[in-house]
Each structure stands twice: as C-alpha cells, then as structure tokens.
C-alpha cells in the first residue's frame, strides 16, 4: 500500500515539474516577439505575441464576446481570421460549422498570435465599452438568486438594447488565480442609463457566482464590459410569447419595462418556469406589467409545489403549461432564456404550435 502512495506521489510530482517546464519554455523559447493585428483592413495594433488572440484584443479594449471567460466553450467568441491562423484546432471544431471553416471563422479564445494577424470583428464591436462601477444594492431574490444594482461610474452611463447582457469581471480570489469574465443579461430597463442590475443564481462551485453571493457587497468597486447580444425585441406587430426560468427572468424583466415605458400594446403571455413557490420572485413587480401593458399576462407556473405552498396557479412542467394554454400560432414571436435543457423542449412545443423556428430567439445560460 505504502509502496502504492510512493509510486502515486512520484508520477504526481514528475508531471508538476513537467508543467511547470512546459510553462517557463512557452514563456521564454516559444517568445514570438511584437507582432501586427490588422483589423477590417483599417486598424493596425502591434501587441506582444504568445497570448490568446481574445485576450490580446481585450487589452486592447476591443471586447468580443466571450460568455464562458474563454473556456472554449460557449462558442461566443468567433472572429473571421484571413491571415496567420494556422490550421483550426480540435478545441474549435464542435463550436464551427462546415461554412464557417469554409469562411476562416475561428474561436479567438483558442488561438494563440503567433505571427502578424488579419482579421475581421462586426463595427458594432467597436461600441462594446469597459465600465467601471460600484455595487449600490445587493437583495436576495430567493434562496439561490440575488440581484445586484451597479451604479455605473466611469463612463457613467450605458446604452443598450432591451434584453442585451454584459460581461462581468470576478477578480482574483480565492476561486480564480486571475479574473474572469461571465456574461449576464441586464434586468433594468434601459432608460435608466445611469445603472445596470443583475439576476444571478448561486452555481455550486461556479467561479464568478460564488464571488457573487458570498464575497461581493454593497458599497464594493466593480468591472463590467459590454453589452453584447442578439436577444431583443424584434420591431413587428406578431404577438409575443415569452418563457424562462430562474435568472432567465433578467431580459424579459428588461424588454417587459422598456415596453411598457414605450406603450408597445402588442398581445403578450409570459410563461415563468419554477419549481415550489421557494423558486418564485419579483411575483408583485411581474403582474404589475398587467396593468402597465394593454395586453399582457403573466403565467407563472410550479413543476413540484409543495402541499403547504397552497399554490392555486399553473402546475406541470412548462412545456405542459404552455401546450395548455398558448393559443397563438403562425404571427407570433418567442423569446426564451432559461437552461439550455428548457429551451430546446420549448421550441418542440412552440414549433408544433405552429410558431416558425426563425421568429425563435433566446439566449442559453450555458
Ligand atoms: C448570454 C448569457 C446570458 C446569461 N445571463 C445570466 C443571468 O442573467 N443570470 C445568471 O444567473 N446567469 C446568466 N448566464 C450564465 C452565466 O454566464 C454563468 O455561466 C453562470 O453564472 C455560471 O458562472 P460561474 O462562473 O459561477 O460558474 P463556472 O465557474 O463557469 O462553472 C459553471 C459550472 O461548470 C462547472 N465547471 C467549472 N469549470 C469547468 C470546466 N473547466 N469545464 C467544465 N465545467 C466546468 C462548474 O463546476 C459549474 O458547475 C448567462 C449566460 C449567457 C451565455
Ligand atoms: S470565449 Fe467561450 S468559446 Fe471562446
């Protein structure tokens, strides 16, 4: 057994040395020196080479979106790459489709500059901004959901779409050995440009949410980028189907406010997804719109209420609820935000209803 341990400890340290070698040969014999991005054929940056084309762009103050901090995971940082990319890597290939190869699309959190670069980033990239802000309020939503209200500082004040999310920085701690970025969908409306709130749920062991729940507080300095996304409100008459669950309830909060404010009478159902009355929050603040909207309605509905929840609204699985009770086909639009999970089993039930798969937008808090 002892001898076991030994042998255990022996190959454990090898491969520390080994990594910690491979680290010091990156850094010094792999130094690939001042090299030029050139980008959309206009802007010209000679920055140090070595580090992820990502990272590099953000020193930069050029933010691409980037949801899981670099991670390779959520696919959200893809640039065009015309020159100095090298073959694509296996870490990229599940996030590319065959076109976007074709097209020299590449994950920029994956590729290393080595050599002089060009590239090609969407102008509105060049709008994205750092903020820096300070945490005016911290509320609990529920047990595992907290709001947080940035007082914006530096610039003062944001402009973004209904719906849009920014990136939030977590410093160093405890967690995370250098700061990392997750993007969350801002909750307020968007006229109040002086401020941005979140709804963030506690993940267990997640790296930025842990910094949230159990190390932020109020009066704290904090760094944001942003916004970013695809998810608002398309300018048409349809109808409107929203759906989410937990924090998913962020951007519809935001979109449900901006039209408010903006008297958008379009007909609206939002189908809120929980599990026991526990998972419910904001329940006066969302009816509300009721009576702000001309024709609104908000559903929401619990999976697994609990006898002494009393509970005498919707119960089943959203996608049961919804099969239930939406009426509207072919002219009506969806936005969903939720888990990736929940969102593919609504767009089943919300195709079947007739709603095309083009008029259904979301965004999945992966
Ligand atoms: C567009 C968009 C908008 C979003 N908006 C919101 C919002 O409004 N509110 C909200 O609460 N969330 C939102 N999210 C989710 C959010 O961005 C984070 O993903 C989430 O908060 C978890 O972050 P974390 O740093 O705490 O967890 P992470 O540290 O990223 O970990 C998440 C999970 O993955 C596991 N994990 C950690 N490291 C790895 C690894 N290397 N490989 C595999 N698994 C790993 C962890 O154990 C944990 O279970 C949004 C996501 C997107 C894409
Ligand atoms: S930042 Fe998520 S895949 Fe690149």
């Excluded at 530096?154 to 719906?163: L, R, T, W």
């Excluded at 920014?166 to 968007?190: F, H, I, K």
């Amino acid at each position: 057994m002892n001898e076991l341990i030994q042998a255990v400890g022996i190959l454990s340290a090898i491969s520390a040395v080994l990594s910690l070698l491979m680290v010091i040969a990156d850094r010094t014999i792999a130094n690939y020196g001042e090299v030029t991005i050139t980008i959309n054929d206009e802007k010209k940056l000679t920055v140090q080479g070595g580090s992820t084309l990502l990272s590099t762009l953000m020193s930069e103050e050029i933010f691409i979106p980037s949801a899981c901090g670099g991670r390779g995971s959520c696919g959200f940082c893809k640039v065009r790459v015309l020159e100095g990319a090298g073959d694509t890597l296996p870490t990229e290939l599940p996030h590319l489709s065959e076109e976007e190869r074709r097209n020299s699309i590449r994950l920029s959190c994956q590729l290393k500059i080595k050599k002089d670069m060009k590239i090609e980033i969407p102008e509105e990239l060049f709008n994205v901004k750092q903020f820096r802000g300070v945490v005016a309020r911290i509320r609990d939503l529920t047990y595992d959901i907290k709001e947080i209200t940035i007082r914006l500082l530096e610039p003062a004040e944001i402009s973004f779409k209904a719906g849009q999310y920014v990136q939030l920085e977590t410093p160093e701690y405890e967690l995370a050995d250098e700061p990392v970025y997750r993007a969350y969908s801002v909750s307020s409306a968007p006229s109040r440009k002086d401020l941005v709130e979140l709804e963030i749920r506690r993940v267990p062991n997640g790296i930025c949410t842990t910094y949230v729940h159990d190390y932020l507080k109020e009066g704290a300095a904090v760094t944001l980028n942003g916004p970013y996304g695809e998810f608002f409100l398309r300018d048409s008459t349809r109808r409107i189907v929203f759906i989410a669950g937990g924090s998913g309830n962020a951007p519809i909060k935001s979109i449900l406010s901006d039209m408010a404010e903006k008297k958008i009478g379009r007909k609206a159902l939002y189908f809120f997804g929980a599990r026991t009355t526990k998972d419910l929050f904001l329940q006066e603040e969302m009816k509300a719109f009721e009576g702000q909207l001309s024709d609104f309605t908000y559903i929401p509905a619990l999976s697994e209420p609990a006898e002494e929840d009393n509970w005498g609204g919707e119960t089943g699985l959203i996608t049961d609820v919804i099969d239930r009770r939406l009426d509207m086909g072919e002219e009506t639009e969806a936005y969903l935000c939720g888990s990736p999970g929940m969102i593919a089993a609504c767009i089943k039930v919300l195709t079947a209803k007739g709603i095309p798969e083009e008029r259904i937008y979301y965004d999945k808090f992966a």
